[in-house]
């Protein structure tokens, strides 16, 4: 069995992160709208009752980019696992209710279910205005990138639109307020 390797994380008051983290085994569970528009909304729920900046973000069909700031007190492991677990669990009690085919696909050699997979994301610190802008232009123009749409604004599963002051979308995520 293969040992897994910890990530120092590093959590510095005021500083951005960027986050990355994947569907388990890189399915497209995000490919239904719905799906999509249930994380966002829970995504803003979380960043309200959390306290955190949410400065970028996009949810794609097989993981979620986020560039967010804690508020004093807060850490950016305790906001991951509030935005990841509880949305896991609701998806698979969900499923499990619908008796969906995905579900099979969900279970490791143990057969316990996953929506996420594990230890697959992404940290980052972010430290420069320059490396921040960088990683805001790049969670925007992941969507083109994939070929899900022609122009990042076409994505509304995106804080890109917010970006350009357009406020249609699924969910609005003010991303200055905390």
Same mark, same amino acid.
């Given at each position: 069995?293969?040992?897994?390797?910890?990530?120092?994380?590093?959590?510095?008051?005021?500083?951005?992160?960027? @986050?990355?983290?994947? #569907?388990?085994?890189?399915?497209?569970?995000?490919?239904?709208?719905? !799906? %999509?528009?249930? /994380? =966002?909304?829970?995504?803003?729920?979380?960043?309200?009752?959390?306290?955190?900046?949410?400065?970028?973000?996009?949810?794609?069909?097989?993981?979620?980019?986020? @560039?967010?700031?804690? #508020?004093?007190?807060?850490?950016?492991?305790?906001?991951?696992?509030? !935005? %990841?677990?509880? /949305? =896991?669990?609701?998806?698979?009690?969900?499923?499990?209710?619908?008796?969906?085919?995905?579900?099979?696909?969900?279970?490791?050699?143990?057969?316990?279910?996953?929506?996420?997979?594990?230890?697959?994301?992404?940290?980052?610190?972010?430290?420069?205005?320059?490396?921040?802008?960088?990683?805001?232009?790049?969670?925007?123009?992941?969507?083109?990138?994939?070929?899900?749409?022609?122009?990042?604004?076409?994505?509304?599963?995106?804080?890109?639109?917010?970006?350009?002051?357009?406020?249609?979308?699924?969910?609005?995520?003010?991303?200055?307020?905390?």
């Amino acid at each position: 069995m293969e040992k897994r390797r910890h990530r120092k994380r590093f959590e510095y008051a005021g500083d951005g992160r960027y @986050l990355t983290f994947s #569907c388990y085994q890189r399915m497209p569970l995000f490919g239904n709208d719905r !799906i %999509k528009d249930a /994380f =966002a909304i829970h995504l803003e729920e979380c960043r309200k009752r959390d306290r955190f900046q949410l400065i970028a973000w996009v949810i794609m069909p097989d993981h979620v980019h986020l @560039l967010l700031i804690p #508020c004093a007190g807060q850490t950016a492991s305790r906001i991951l696992q509030a !935005i %990841k677990e509880p /949305f =896991a669990r609701s998806m698979l009690k969900r499923w499990r209710k619908l008796e969906a085919a995905v579900l099979a696909r969900l279970l490791d050699s143990r057969r316990l279910s996953h929506f996420w997979q594990r230890g697959g994301g992404y940290d980052r610190n972010i430290i420069t205005d320059a490396e921040l802008f960088e990683k805001i232009a790049y969670i925007h123009a992941n969507p083109v990138r994939r070929g899900l749409v022609g122009q990042e604004l076409d994505w509304p599963w995106s804080s890109a639109r917010w970006y350009s002051l357009d406020r249609n979308g699924p969910v609005q995520i003010d991303p200055f307020l905390p």
